[in-house]
């Protein structure tokens, strides 16, 4: 079955600091990925997509995301945090040719001043 | 454009009673979906429209049915509301480029 994993559940960085949230998938074929960020009391915002090509993909907000298909993962980063990024993020996933989005169960950041 | 509207934003509901949540967009997107957010799960999928006319089950469609009342508009309905139903539910849409776009959300509880 397709699913996505994000292995931390919480991460707290200082402001200023960098960040690294992980992201792995198990599809039988490449599939698409996504990262989505979410503040508190609001949906879901895109930060950046890869479908295929260049495996590093920048996003808004200053983020980027590395595919490696020899790890089956898509980690997102961040050079350095602002206190505005803490928020929930979500690695999600999907069949190119399937209309279903897998998400990750998400990774809070907590930014120290 | 207003993008992913949702009503109502906050709904109480006793045990067995009924509602439905609404959802519209502005977007002219083909596929519009339902999910539900519940804390260390993420988001999961209770139903999909990839088109105007076609519904279709995601992962956790027990307990929900859905309408899409024409492009615009796809509505969640909980038939008789269970504790295990106290969610917070997002409504969503998908554009030519894959890009999903989600609603506000409707914050769910259910006594």
């Known amino acids: 079955a397709q699913s996505v994993t994000q292995p931390d559940i919480h991460i707290t960085v200082s402001e200023g600091a960098s960040l690294e949230l992980r992201c792995n998938y198990s599809y039988g074929a490449t599939p698409y990925l996504f990262w989505y960020v979410q503040s508190p009391g609001q949906g879901l915002q895109l930060l950046l997509k890869y479908f295929s090509g260049d495996t590093l993909v920048q996003g808004i907000k200053g983020f980027e995301a590395e595919f490696k298909r020899s790890q089956s993962s898509f980690n997102l980063r961040k050079p350095s945090v602002h206190w505005s990024d803490a928020a929930e993020y979500f690695c999600?996933?999907?069949?190119?040719?399937?209309?279903?989005?897998?998400f990750g169960a998400g990774t809070t950041v907590t930014v120290r001043a | 454009n207003a993008g992913v509207t949702q009503t109502p934003k906050f709904q109480v509901l006793k045990t067995g009673q009924s509602m439905t949540l609404q959802c519209a967009q502005d977007m002219n997107h083909n596929s519009m979906y339902w999910y539900r957010q519940d804390p260390g799960m993420g988001l999961r999928l209770i139903y999909y429209s990839a088109s105007e006319g076609t519904t279709d089950k995601g992962e956790v469609p027990n307990g929900y049915n859905v309408s899409r009342l024409n492009k615009r508009e796809f509505s969640l309905r909980l038939e008789s509301a269970a504790p295990s139903q106290t969610s917070v539910y997002f409504c969503a849409t998908l554009s030519l480029n894959n890009e999903q776009f989600f609603g506000p959300g409707t914050r769910l509880t259910v006594l």
């Open positions: 999600a996933a999907r069949r190119s040719n399937d209309y279903k989005l897998s």
